[in-house]
């Protein structure tokens, strides 16, 4: 029989720490989930309380405190067996039985392909962290478990599972400052998600001998530190997580060889002048590479880390990084919020944990006014990223942005005021475009203009962090409504035209009334406004556009054939014969933009004779299906003579610019006339000379061209040769 961990494993864990906890909760919390799963079995075939019992060992290691270690216990008793949260509660409180809820809820989600889900479901993650984030700390160590034990899944759940893991999981983690949890459910993910890379990596490692070097060099660094007095010192030596490898060489596309931080030494001091007495003794003993040193103590990162880190030359010619530290900041670079626990052995409150945790509530804040679920999943996601960069305000301000975010992300992380008054920006005392992409170490000047000068709505596609995006439409949402709602019913009018979209005039109000209602809006020009001000993106929206027009014409009766309607045959102008019309004028429909030879259909407009279409033309099937519309078609045709063109040569002399080409051949395209050759050429005194060979109907239709062409800018003459 396989040997599984007991409740006795625990208790010798919690015992061995020394610390406060209290023993008579755990046996109840042990007894209570013990009998709930009984006879319940794992995937892997191990009995199901393990599982319980290592998320709450992995809490033990981390410093949990009671509490969070009851809570771990019994975090699928209300979920998987009759238990019922209200029994917790009685027994054990209401901060376990919160706990318990809030893990068995984030146990419930599951994360769907659907992006409206997966935003909600990140929402009510963050939300349960923002509330307490133990709940959050509980279900790390949950899914580490997990995905510890995840060969026994099938195939295609091990790479969803790997894939949840990797894009919120571990950002989750690392932004909690839990580095030993965020690297190992990275590693593990990988190892599901391209296994071929992970082996690779795991043998270059393997064949580098890389932990036997590093020993060797913790050992000569700490005999000179004792040297120059630091005798306390403690060393720790770290070989780079797998994944942190991957990252570099499949995605920066880097070799081996390349990455210098691949080992690394750790040095852990009192304090803080020592940090910086010990790094200028690693510099006199080994070679630093340049740009290769970060002072993360007068910087902290954003969830807390802090430490001194320098890249040298070891006497071997291997490449390695040295990190220095004190003891606190290396508990808090291990446990990340769980260190609060650690020390606070029964204390209440913290108020560096509120501010730690700061992030969590400004992010939900953020996303509070967005309206697309879809932005709000990226928003999400990319305040969850990694990378970030440090910059500062000319007072010496720390400003922490992510890794591509601009001047303009900038000015909205100070305030919503610079952001909105802003009119460029100066770095390192320079002007630099507004687009400017911060880099660490940079001092930035915000330019401001006057109070009521506000963003431009161009904004929105350059800043790359949601607090940006969000400030920016609210500020449209709130001062422009009017301007928004004419914006986006014209932008959204705009693109239905472009993909034929037709919705008769008696339908209009009821058909947008319906898309704004699949929206959660509460009505049609609050749909406007927020495509207006970008709360609501166009191309999402369209998806739902065109749902919902299938559904109107498959409920709409048959159209009718054309030639139902009675003919009466008459010449027209133009070129073109309606049927049952003398003399109306004529005009050419640009949705389908008929030329001599198609087969073409008639519509009697209210404001100017007959607009010609393709029969094909989809509008024309659309528009036929409308009883009211119906009667209003007449059959076309094409003149005879107007079905033969003859080739005409022009010569046009113009002064030489940039597009002058392009702007004729617009020209030529809105008159409809078939170009079969251009040629153009620099000539004398700035001019050029262009050849056009079109085809041409009669001498009418020539003196229209001619004309055309010489509205055309800096065209000097056109004549027929």
């Known amino acids: 029989m396989a040997d599984y961990i007991t409740y006795a494993d625990l208790k010798k864990a919690v015992t061995d720490t020394g610390r406060p906890y209290d023993l008579q909760m755990l046996d ?32 033990v290691e981390l410093g949990m405190d009671t509490e969070s270690l009851a809570a771990a216990l019994m975090h699928d008793v209300v979920e998987d067996t009759a238990t019922a949260l209200e029994d917790i509660q009685s027994q054990f409180g209401p901060d376990v039985a919160r706990l318990v809820d809030g893990v068995t809820k984030l146990t419930k989600i599951q994360f769907s392909s659907v992006e409206e889900q997966q935003a909600e479901n990140l929402r009510k993650m963050l939300l349960a962290m923002s509330q307490d984030v133990r709940v959050m700390i509980i279900k790390l160590c949950d899914r580490l478990h997990n995905m510890r034990t995840g060969d026994a899944w099938p195939e295609q759940k091990r790479r969803d599972k790997a894939l949840e893991t990797m894009e919120v999981y571990a950002p989750i983690a690392h932004r909690l400052g839990i580095s030993n949890i965020k690297e190992e459910l990275e590693d593990r993910s990988l190892r599901y998600l391209d296994p071929v890379g992970y082996q690779e990596i795991k043998d270059l490692l393997a064949g580098a001998g890389g932990e036997t070097f590093v020993a060797e060099t913790s050992r000569i660094i700490q005999q000179r530190l004792a040297e120059n007095g630091m005798e306390n010192a403690t060393m720790k030596s770290r070989v780079k997580s797998v994944y942190g490898i991957y990252r570099k060489m499949f995605i920066q596309d880097r070799d081996f060889a390349e990455i210098y931080d691949v080992y690394a030494v750790r040095i852990i001091l009192d304090t803080v002048a020592e940090c910086y007495n010990a790094l200028g003794i690693i510099h006199d003993m080994y070679h630093p590479i340049p740009n290769r040193f970060k002072d993360y103590i007068s910087t902290p990162k954003p969830n807390g880390y802090q430490s001194l880190h320098t890249t040298v030359i070891g006497h071997e010619g291997i490449p390695f990084e040295v990190q220095i530290r004190t003891r606190e900041m290396d508990q808090m670079a291990e446990y990340g919020v769980a260190a609060h626990w650690k020390y606070k052995a029964g204390v209440q409150g913290s108020d560096r944990l509120d501010e730690r945790l700061a992030w969590v509530r400004q992010l939900l804040e953020s996303q509070r ?353």
């Open 369 to 721: 006014e967005s309206d697309d679920a879809g932005s709000l999943l990226q928003d999400i996601k990319g305040d969850l990223l990694p990378e970030e960069v440090f910059a500062f305000t000319p007072r010496g301000d720390v400003i922490n942005l992510p890794a591509g975010a601009t001047a303009i992300d900038f000015a909205y992380a100070i305030h919503s005021a610079v952001g909105n008054r802003m009119i460029g920006a100066k770095v390192n005392g320079r002007i630099v475009p507004i687009d400017h992409k911060v880099a660490t170490g940079e001092i930035i000047e915000i330019l401001t203009g006057p109070a009521d000068k506000g963003p431009s709505r161009d904004w929105l596609k350059i800043v790359t962090t949601s607090e940006a995006r969000n400030k920016i439409r609210n500020w449209f949402k709130k001062e422009r409504r009017e301007e928004n709602i004419q914006e986006g019913r014209e932008a959204l009018e705009k693109e239905m035209r472009r993909n034929l979209i037709n919705v008769p005039d008696d339908q209009w109000d009821d058909f947008m009334a319906e898309i704004a209602r699949r929206q959660r809006l509460n009505s049609v020009d609050e749909m406007y406004a927020a495509l207006g001000y970008g709360g609501l993106q166009l191309s999402r929206l369209m998806g739902k556009v065109k749902d919902e027009y299938a559904k109107l014409k498959a409920a709409q009766p048959k159209a009718a054939a054309l030639a139902d309607i009675p003919i009466k045959t008459t010449k027209s102008t133009d070129g073109v014969v309606v049927e049952g019309i003398d003399n109306c004028p004529v005009k050419f429909a640009k949705c389908c933009t008929p030329l001599p030879g198609d087969e073409i259909v008639g519509f009697i407009t209210r404001g100017f004779g007959v607009s010609i279409h393709k029969k094909s033309c989809q509008n024309v099937q659309a528009s036929l299906s409308n009883p009211e519309n119906r009667g209003r078609w007449v059959p076309a045709h094409w003149e005879a003579s107007e079905q033969e063109n003859y080739q005409a040569t022009l010569e046009l002399i113009s002064m030489n610019r940039d597009g002058l080409v392009g702007d004729v051949a617009v020209a030529l395209g809105e008159l409809r006339v078939p170009i079969y050759a251009m040629s153009a050429r620099a000539v004398d005194n700035g001019r050029a000379a262009m050849s056009i060979t079109l085809g041409i109907s009669n001498t009418e239709h020539l003196n229209s061209v001619l004309a055309k062409l010489r509205k055309v800018r800096d065209v000097i003459q056109v004549i027929r040769i």
């Open 28 to 59: 109840k919390a042990f007894a209570l989930a013990n009998a709930a799963h009984a006879g319940q079995f794992r995937r892997s075939g191990e009995p199901y309380i393990c599982h319980p019992l290592n998320v709450a060992l992995l809490l």
